[in-house]
């Protein structure tokens, strides 16, 4: 049986690190301290999470805690989402009631975690209201990542304080992330993404090693940020690599004038150049190009594929012609719908 004040502990340990995360959104003038604090016996619920901005000072918010929900927090993920939007509420309701003061830079105005440039790939399930029919599916794109936040590029914007569900292909497998958005940005045109800041309330425990060692790997590169937009196809792929034997043939996902995502039987290492031919009916077309960003997936026939976003180093595309090969794949039945 375990300790009650082992288990105690460890639900404080846990409510001080969602709370932290959470603070780390925020402009506040100090690092914030989190304590767990038992109500008098007259007092329901029983125990009180006070949020306080440096040690020794009053506390500025609240959260109660039913003993339930203490013992659920650990485990229980949608307690968790409510429980960081109740965090939410109460640093923000301090902050509109707080006398204004000049912000200092220093520590925390700084992430908790360190953020990491790395653009990939992402499978966004939008958690709605229960009674919801059906959970709403989005594809992005990471535009950094820490070990305790994401933020994305997403084509539609979402309301802070929406659960999400991610789901990213990591070399040694997929990762799933349970996320609530903090922040949204407002859309700027149409068709251009929208950058929304996400804070992680939930993690497989036996697949955040795996999140490390992505975040290891590929976060020292620089953003790839993507300029032009990107149309779906599917088309043959060439790739020579330099000093390989042979070339390597997978097939095309997307174009742009920028670049490409295509498929490959390998992985390629991350800043490789390589020359790329993309063949459609009668035409090719041929760029060298550097590779930005690979990960790995399971095809629909169980076998291993590596995407690979790749960057054009010399001669971009004309707009003309990245249309001309959409066109040309959609007659042919090789594209996609929707323009990303």
Not at 111 to 134: C, H, K, M, N, Y
Not at 237 to 263: K, M
Request: net charge neutral; with cysteine; glycine share 8%.
């Amino acid at each position: 049986m375990e300790d009650p004040t082992h288990t105690f502990l460890a639900e404080l340990h846990f409510l001080r690190d969602l709370a932290a995360r959470v603070a780390q959104r925020y402009p506040l003038p100090g690092p914030l301290t989190v304590d767990l604090v038992r109500n008098t016996e007259d007092e329901d619920p029983p125990y009180r999470l006070t949020l306080m901005v440096g040690e020794g000072k009053d506390a500025f918010g609240s959260v109660n805690l039913t003993q339930p929900m203490l013992s659920r927090c650990r485990s229980d993920l949608d307690l968790q989402r409510e429980l960081a939007s109740r965090i939410m509420s109460a640093i923000e309701l301090s902050l509109l009631v707080a006398p204004r003061a000049d912000a200092v830079p220093g520590p925390a105005f700084r992430a908790r975690d360190p953020r990491f440039s790395l653009t990939v790939p992402v499978q966004i399930t939008v958690q709605g209201a229960s009674e919801a029919p059906a959970p709403r599916r989005l594809e992005g794109l990471t535009a950094n990542v820490s070990e305790g936040g994401v933020a994305l590029d997403l084509p539609d914007r979402v309301e802070p304080w929406t659960p999400l569900s991610l789901r990213l292909e990591a070399e040694d497998g997929p990762v799933t992330l349970e996320v609530l958005v903090v922040w949204a940005a407002e859309p700027t045109a149409p068709g251009r993404p929208v950058r929304h800041g996400c804070i992680i309330v939930a993690m497989d425990p036996e697949r955040r090693e795996t999140w490390r060692r992505l975040l290891r790997r590929f976060g020292y590169q620089r953003p790839y940020t993507r300029r032009h937009p990107r149309y779906p196809l599917v088309a043959p792929v060439r790739c020579s690599v330099e000093a390989a034997p042979a070339a390597l043939e997978g097939e095309a996902e997307n174009v742009s004038e920028g670049g490409l995502l295509i498929r490959l039987p390998l992985a390629l290492t991350v800043g490789a150049l390589v020359r790329a031919a993309l063949r459609l009916g009668g035409t090719v077309v041929e760029r060298s190009s550097r590779v930005m960003w690979v990960l790995g997936a399971t095809g629909d026939d169980g076998r291993r594929i590596y995407r690979h976003g790749l960057e054009f180093t010399g001669e971009p595309l004309s707009r003309d012609l990245v249309l001309q090969l959409y066109r040309q794949a959609q007659m042919e039945g090789g594209g996609r719908e929707g323009i990303t």
